[in-house]
């Protein structure tokens, strides 16, 4: 059956275009089409009244374990979660095992992305084996089909090295994306450094740890003129560093995920392994430059460093537990809180999970352009849930936010015309 | 005894979780327990039949034989179990092993381990009562209780009292609990020593941090003396033990400046000469025995109150 699809009566917003109006929109074989003109009889409908219509959301930073790590997630089962939460395509980073480094593994990964829900936008590493001695093959794997480089999970520590791969990835049009931790300072660490590390007796990491690696991409970028992504960014003085930056034309963009932008490390109490994370959640007063950094731009994207984990990993003592949490399916609902809450209007939200994510990868994408691919996000912004263990997609389900209840969620998810998630059945 | 007063925990994992009518109510059992230990029969049948095991994953005779005595004079039936923290590494988790020991049926565990939080993850997973003897840098409430009953038994109360801790605060768990128990007492607790082993934001635990150890020593009622961890020196959190000696060790000169009554203290092991000179510690004010004979009476009295309360 052609992929033909009237979406009536939703508001659509479409920031690249400038529009932000209630209409129909239309899909022809897959397509984005201006007009009904071309649609055939059997076309189907969508009814999105009410709802936000809006180009499909972009997550640039989860991780899918798969090759190896397959008992946590595989490609399949993770686009599906990010099909759920909202996404149409999801960048996955190369800490895989074994690592994303080479031809073969990227061609692995997308082979297995056929089968999924998403558009799987592979990220190689920037250190070949991610050991920060050498430059990973860069070429090989740009044309093998990675729109990245990153050796996310552990920082580069080598400063040269990391000179060096901004220079190089230039050649190959690939974005550099940072883990930025300056390994001495945050070594043994396993929360925030503050008042609950203290009372709860558990190693800290310095905000410090991820803002002086911060300025050395700063500075790297300023001084090769070579664009640099700062990931998931935790801290105030971070967001300052950034913006600084910004301010004096230095080619530097960054995302923070909705656990920074949602949670403090008081979230750490009773030892909640489903908290524990790297960069840790910091301060209110960071949370706070976090929702100020969307406001003004200084932060380019909300990414969710979707990063499942099994129990095996995470009922453990605190210091031995993994770090990281699942963030597909709760992504879009704890970001709309930013627009309930002021921080983001509706177009600032698309700029931020959407536009972005496509323009600082390189992909297409991030538009509601007539001629691209039907990828788009039917949001339904009032709608409410309780978000429970049962109802998680992804395999694992390690989430601070189990049993809150959300406001606002996809109702529909489509894919090049393709039907990867609906709520509730389209007529 | 203070009537109408009912103990509500069923575990003890910190002096955090314990108001000041429970350390008071705590105290007042463990002062009753005590004459027991003098007896020249030294053993009542109040947990007869009940099973106590300690579930030590880090290595301490001092605290593992305090509790042991504590339980035994209490006619318990008592089980030691060592176990490494690196049997997580082979394959067996805290849980799993709290599992299988909880399918036996014990009424308390108590558990030393080296990461904070463990007993607090154990107690959410098995029936018995648990204890904690110490997790990781978190607290030792034992340890800070029995601390407050040799205080209180010489200074005839615990509010009001200027209190000095001074070493590494960072790695010592008693030092959190004493803190704690401290200030919710109503004494102002002074802590001094290096920046490196002085943890952030202590002042959210109540301490007040001294500008310099004689400013924390000066009019103390009680000086108590932090064990410098040999095994934790990984960081470079001190230049060497000869210059910790130099500037931060209590010597003669540095407990006169306390009160001509204070008591000095110690969690021990000592190392003498380095944190505390030997003619301190052994010298009149010194309790540092006295607490290791309270700590049987404090542990007699917990294991009292989380039995009762089961
Ligand atoms: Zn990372």
Redesign the pocket.
């Known amino acids: 059956m052609a992929n033909d699809w009237r979406i009536r009566n939703g508001r659509i917003i479409d920031p690249v275009n400038g529009i932000d109006r209630v209409g129909d929109l239309f899909v022809r074989d897959g397509v984005l089409v201006e007009s009904p003109r071309d649609l055939p009889d059997s076309t189907r409908e969508v009814d999105a009244s009410g709802c936000w219509v809006v180009p499909g959301l972009i997550d640039m ?1 989860v991780h899918l374990r798969e090759p190896g790590e397959e008992y946590k997630e595989d490609i399949v089962s993770g686009t599906r979660a990010a099909a759920a939460g909202g996404f149409t395509a999801v960048a996955c ?1 190369p800490n895989t095992r074994p690592v994303n480094d080479c031809r073969s593994v990227t061609a692995l990964i997308l082979e297995r992305a056929r089968e999924g829900f998403a558009r799987v936008y592979p990220v190689g590493t920037i250190s070949r084996q991610s050991g920060g001695e050498t430059l990973a093959d860069f070429g090989e794997m740009r044309d093998a089909g990675v729109v990245a480089v990153s050796d ?2 552990l920082p580069v520590w080598n400063s040269q090295l990391m000179r060096r791969a901004l220079e190089y990835a230039g050649d190959f049009g690939l974005a550099v994306i940072s ?1 930025s931790e300056e390994p001495s300072l945050s070594r043994h660490g396993v929360m925030n450094e503050g008042k609950v590390a203290t009372r709860l007796g558990l190693r800290g990491i310095p905000t410090a740890a991820e803002s002086i690696m911060v300025y050395r991409e700063i500075a790297l970028a300023e001084y090769t003129g070579r664009p640099v992504h700062i ?2 960014v935790s801290a105030a003085m971070s967001v300052d560093l950034i913006r600084r930056a910004k301010e004096r034309g230095v080619p530097v963009t960054a995302e923070t995920t909705p656990h920074y932008f949602t949670l403090t490390e008081e979230a750490v109490e009773g030892y909640n392994t489903n908290a524990k994370m ?1 960069p840790p959640l910091r301060t209110e007063e960071d949370r706070q430059s976090i929702c100020a950094g969307l406001a003004d731009g200084t932060l380019d994207a909300i990414a969710t ?1 979707h990063a499942p984990h099994s129990r095996l990993e995470k009922e453990v003592e605190f210091d031995l537990a993994a770090n990281g949490i699942i963030g597909l399916e709760t992504s879009l609902p704890l970001s709309l809180a930013l627009v309930r809450d002021g921080v983001l209007d509706p177009v600032g939200l698309v700029q931020c999970m959407s536009v972005r994510p496509a323009a600082i990868l390189g992909v297409p994408g991030g538009s509601l352009s007539p001629g691209e691919p039907a990828d788009i996000t039917v949001i339904d912004p009032e709608l409410s849930f309780d978000y429970t263990e049962d109802m998680v997609v992804s395999k694992s389900s390690n989430s601070p936010f189990l049993d809150w209840r959300l406001q606002g969620r996809a109702v529909l998810t489509m894919v090049g015309g393709r039907v990867t998630f609906e709520l509730r059945a389209t007529d | 005894m203070s009537t109408g007063y009912f103990f509500s925990h069923r575990h003890v994992l910190g002096i955090d979780h314990l108001s000041s009518d429970d350390i008071q109510y705590i105290l007042d059992t463990a002062e009753s327990f005590k004459e027991i230990s003098a007896r020249p029969i030294k053993k009542v049948p109040t947990l007869r039949g009940n099973t106590i095991i300690n579930l030590f994953f880090e290595p301490s005779t001092r605290t593992r034989l305090s509790f042991e005595v504590a339980a035994k004079r209490m006619s318990a039936d008592t089980f030691n179990i060592s176990a490494s923290t690196s049997s997580a590494v082979k394959g067996e988790t805290l849980i799993d092993t709290a599992r299988n020991i909880d399918a036996m049926h014990p009424d308390i565990i108590i558990i030393r381990h080296s990461f904070s939080g463990a007993p607090h993850m154990l107690s959410r997973h098995v029936d018995a009562a648990v204890i904690n003897a110490g997790d990781g840098t978190h607290e030792h409430p034992s340890q800070g209780l029995l601390d407050l009953m040799t205080v209180r038994e010489h200074k005839g109360k615990l509010h009001g009292l200027k209190i000095a801790i001074i070493g590494d605060i960072l790695h010592s768990r008693v030092a959190h609990s004493d803190i704690l128990g401290f200030t919710k007492m109503g004494s102002e607790v002074h802590v001094y020593g290096p920046a490196t082993l002085l943890p952030p934001d202590l002042e959210h635990l109540g301490a007040t941090v001294a500008p310099s150890l004689e400013e924390a020593v000066r009019d103390a009622d009680v000086v108590m003396t932090l064990r410098i961890q040999k095994e934790r020196q990984s960081d470079p959190l001190i230049p060497s033990f000869r210059e910790y000696a130099q500037q931060y060790g209590v010597t003669r000169e540095v407990a006169d400046l306390a009160r001509p009554d204070a008591l000095i203290m110690h969690p021990g092991p000592i190392n003498r000469g380095i944190e505390l000179m030997p003619d301190v510690a052994d010298g009149p004010r010194s309790v540092i025995l006295e607490q290791v004979t309270n700590g049987v009476a404090v542990r007699m009295a917990l294991l009292y109150l989380v039995m009762g309360n089961s």
């Open positions: 930073h980073m996310d999970g883990h990931a998931h790297n460093d």
